[in-house]
């Protein structure tokens, strides 16, 4: 079936780099999405990557797609008390209506320390 | 502009009563989806609407009626309101039906707490 799979929580010091990773199940996913969500807060779309890439690249943000171990992963460069957050990844499921709907993961809190 | 939104932003009611929550988008899309995030933050598909047809209806009690007037509105009324419906509905849009290519906006979110 289809799952994807965070760890619930990352904590780094202002400055360090921060790495969120992401594990999924659907070997026939065409895109997968990071999202963030700040307190109390929508989800706002961070970055995607399509799965014919193993690397995306934009400002601060790095994507990593491993497809052969179905892993992803966000590394965030230089993580300011802003990014303070919940990410959560996403994959484009299709189960039996054969539309896409997105899968995700539990979130990953992220607290970064002064 | 806001993109996509949502309204009323905070739903405090009773139980048993019934309660709709609004979604309009501005951008043009043809699908629209709702979301519910519980209260360990995990999020899944509720329903999702392609020019006014519905398209997935995951395992939702059928307490929870979709309604689309528009492909700019996806509504989601509920019905004889329980405790465990308190949740955050996200709506979201995006531009194609099968999924392969679109990327889903997110609205700010509706926060139900039922009493």
């Known amino acids: 079936g289809e799952d994807v799979e965070q760890s619930l929580f990352l904590s780094v010091r202002e400055g360090d780099s921060s790495v969120i990773n992401c594990t999924y199940t659907d070997s026939s996913s065409t895109y997968l999405y990071w999202y963030k969500q700040e307190p109390g807060a929508g989800l706002q779309l961070l970055t995607y990557?399509?799965?014919?890439?193993d690397m995306k690249q934009d400002q601060r943000l790095t994507v990593l797609l491993n497809k052969k171990d179905k892993h992803l992963s966000l590394r965030i460069a230089d993580t300011q008390t802003g990014d303070s957050a919940i990410y959560f990844c996403a994959e484009v499921g299709f189960g039996s209506s054969n539309t896409g709907k997105l899968i995700f993961g539990q979130g990953t809190t992220l607290q970064v320390k002064p | 502009d806001t993109a996509v939104s949502q309204t009323p932003k905070y739903l405090v009611t009773q139980m048993g009563n019934d309660k709709s929550i609004k979604c309009e988008q501005n951008l043009g899309h043809d699908t629209m989806y709702w979301y519910k995030q519980d209260s360990k933050k995990f999020l899944k598909i509720m329903f999702s609407?392609?020019?006014?047809?519905?398209?997935i209806n995951e395992t939702v009690p059928n307490r929870f009626s979709p309604k689309s007037p528009d492909k700019a509105h996806l509504n989601l009324h509920i019905n004889s309101l329980e405790l465990g419906d308190s949740a955050v509905y996200f709506c979201?849009?995006?531009?194609?039906?099968?999924?392969?290519?679109?990327?889903?906006?997110f609205g700010p979110g509706t926060r139900l707490t039922v009493l």
């Open positions: 979201a849009s995006s531009q194609v039906r099968t999924g392969l290519t679109d990327t889903q906006y």
């Open positions: 609407y392609n020019n006014k047809e519905l398209i």
């Open positions: 990557i399509f799965s014919n890439m």
